[in-house]
């Protein structure tokens, strides 16, 4: 019990003055003389004892009376915490995770998240509330009842980990407040740690919304199979991660126009393919028909007419090789000896392959570090007899050099797997025993910044990257070696050829980081975007002479097709599509400890608080008390003889 003013309960020491009232009477009894008092001296000792008797029964109640007095003007109450005097604070996270549209009891889960808190908390109450992509710090319920019945699903997960760090930031520093976190999840599987650190002024209310069905169908991907002279082949991935069906609808659209239909059976996964017409452009969509999740039914992507890319090779050895690797269907391919280069074609270019020269000259040095830092790219494939001087010119600005000459037979045994070279698909799996190329000769290399691609042996750099710059550090020739038999050389150099312009991919995922390539000129204070009906977006962008790099990360926010615009002049279109890391609906076992309350009700979790903190006022009981005390006194008084 705790009191609201526990000042006046030093009045209690009145009950000092009724004691003394009681046991020092001031009244004297004089002695009269009588002729026969047997009769009287034994009524007078029963009268002294009633008497005593009912002078204690009086004294107690009194007492009782007064201290019931003070307590009740005290105000005493009761709590299960501190709360009277305690300042509370009250931080809710809602998850509002494409995870959220399964469907629960009541519906989906967010829908029903929302309005359960719109039912239980008062709309005067100071809250701070947390969504995926929204913040309110100390608002009200009645201030933000618009948004949360307006609130959408987003993207932009946050792991539970993070929601929690980001949740407990919305608290204030003060250590003498009862602070309130109640997070709001299905709390789905993510492979993240969700540890929670409480102290003795944070309670945590974990309220785990939990779907009736965790059967959902999913989209999982889309590529480009295999491209013939007459058609391409569009192969679809489908997931399951319920009960097997037989037979679903798979439906392709163009620009909305119905173009293909097919139905397959799933079991866990399956595969169907499209066939496209070739030369032709496609906004397309696929869509199958869940009522589980919603999301990640329909995948946008394009079938963009690319852009050849522009390659310059300078010869001072047999190029037919690269020829092979840059085939004319997709790169437009100039060669050409040094001496009769024309430095006029350089900027048109997108890739020059520099063949063996025994010297860079100067003038190309300088035209090669302009080219690149422009966005261009560059590979260099060294002779078994270089000039170092002028080698060393050009490398230096990229931060590397070549030391001296080993001619040591060296095998190339290592592949950096997770270099973009290599990291999109062009191996099923990694190797690690295979029938490994091998140079004669090799240049050591004077740098600790490079990014190797191919290593020896020994560790030692055979292919690596400073930037747009790509170095071997041995000649190609089949007198020195036998990377030209590898099957690695193909996807090495046809990578880079076409990484050095980034033509917009079949679709991209939203959430992840995406770079490509628009070829225009712009002019001055222009800029792209990225528009899809209502939604305009001015994505990151870097400008180069004929060239605009797009990067996008977090925009935008919604899947679907978006046209790349200058002004309003359409030069192309790129898909965006929600990442399927939830379509698996797993979810976390997640328990109660120390100041940790789990719950599968959003009201029964505020019932808790407010039972938590509600404050018991008792100072009316003690003025009953004193009332009753009043009237048993009185009647002590009137018919106790």
């Not at 030093?10 to 003389?33: C, D, G, M, S």
């Not at 409480?198 to 480009?224: F, G």
């Not at 990014?451 to 690596?464: A, M, R, T, V």
């Amino acid at each position: 019990m705790q009191f609201k003013h526990p000042e006046l309960l030093y009045a209690l020491f009145l009950l000092l003055i009724p004691i003394i009232i009681h046991l020092f009477q001031l009244r004297k009894f004089q002695k009269v003389a009588f002729t026969n008092v047997a009769f009287l001296k034994e009524a007078t000792l029963q009268t002294r004892k009633s008497s005593q008797i009912k002078k204690w029964l009086v004294l107690c109640t009194r007492l009782l009376l007064l201290t019931a007095i003070v307590l009740a003007f005290a105000q005493p109450f009761t709590s299960n915490t501190n709360a009277f005097n305690t300042k509370k604070e009250t931080v809710i996270y809602m998850d509002n995770s494409f995870s959220m549209q399964a469907k629960g009891r009541e519906g989906e889960l967010l829908k029903r998240a929302v309005q359960d808190i719109i039912s239980n908390i008062p709309e005067d109450e100071n809250i701070s509330l947390i969504t995926n992509d929204d913040t309110f710090r100390n608002t009200s319920l009645k201030a933000i009842k618009n948004n949360l019945l307006q609130m959408g699903y987003s993207s932009n997960k946050l792991s539970l980990e993070a929601a929690l760090l980001k949740s407990r930031t919305f608290f204030s520093k003060q250590t003498n407040t009862l602070k309130n976190l109640v997070f709001i999840s299905d709390f789905q599987q993510d492979g993240n740690d969700f540890n929670i650190k409480t102290d003795s002024t944070l309670y945590v209310y974990l309220v785990k919304l939990e779907p009736i069905n965790t059967t959902n169908i999913t989209i999982e991907s889309a590529n480009i199979s295999e491209t013939t002279a007459t058609a391409i082949q569009l192969k679809v991935l489908l997931k399951n991660s319920g009960t097997a069906i037989e037979n679903l609808p798979v439906s392709l659209f163009n620009n909305e126009v119905l173009i293909a239909k097919t139905s397959v059976a799933i079991n866990d996964k399956t595969e169907t393919t499209f066939s496209l017409p070739i030369g032709k452009e496609i906004n397309g969509k696929i869509t199958i028909d869940d009522a589980n999740l919603q999301f990640d039914n329909t995948l946008y992507f394009n079938i963009n007419k690319t852009s050849k890319v522009n390659v310059l090779v300078i010869n001072a050895e047999d190029d037919s090789f690269l020829k092979r690797i840059y085939s004319a269907n997709e790169f437009n391919v100039t060669s050409t000896v040094s001496n009769q280069l024309d430095y006029n074609i350089i900027n048109q270019q997108r890739l020059i392959v520099l063949n063996e020269l025994n010297s860079i000259p100067n003038a190309l040095s300088v035209a090669l570090k302009s080219f690149t830092e422009q966005g261009g790219s560059v590979v260099v494939i060294p002779s078994k007899t270089i000039e170092k001087a002028s080698y060393s010119t050009f490398l230096t600005h990229y931060g590397s050099n070549f030391n001296s000459l080993t001619e040591t037979e060296k095998s190339i045994t290592t592949i950096n797997y997770s270099h973009p070279l290599f990291s999109n698909g062009v191996f099923e799996k990694q190797v690690s025993n295979f029938q490994y190329p091998k140079v004669n000769s090799f240049y050591n290399v004077a740098s600790n910044k490079v990014s190797s691609i191919l290593q020896f042996e020994d560790g030692k750099p055979f292919l690596y990257q400073n930037n747009n710059l790509f170095v071997f550090t041995s000649a190609l020739n089949t007198a020195n070696s036998n990377f030209k038999n590898s099957p690695l050389i193909v996807p090495t150099l046809y990578n880079i050829g076409k990484f050095s312009f980034k033509n917009p991919a079949l679709y991209y995922t939203i959430g992840t980081e995406n770079a490509f390539d628009v070829e225009t000129q712009l002019q001055q204070d222009h800029i792209l975007s990225l528009a899809k009906k209502d939604v305009n977006i001015i994505p990151k962008q870097q400008y180069f002479n004929d060239k605009v790099v797009i990067t996008t990360l977090e925009t935008p926010y919604e899947s679907g097709i978006y046209t790349i615009k200058n002004k309003e002049e359409t030069i192309n279109n790129v898909s965006y599509n929600y990442n399927r890391d939830e379509s698996t609906l797993v979810y976390r076992t997640i328990s109660g400890s120390k100041n940790i309350t789990v719950s599968d009700s959003i009201s029964k979790i505020f019932d808790t608080i407010k039972s938590d903190t509600k404050v018991n006022a008792l100072w009316k009981w003690f003025v009953i008390f004193a009332i009753a005390l009043l009237i048993i006194e009185m009647l002590i008084l009137k018919y106790f003889k």
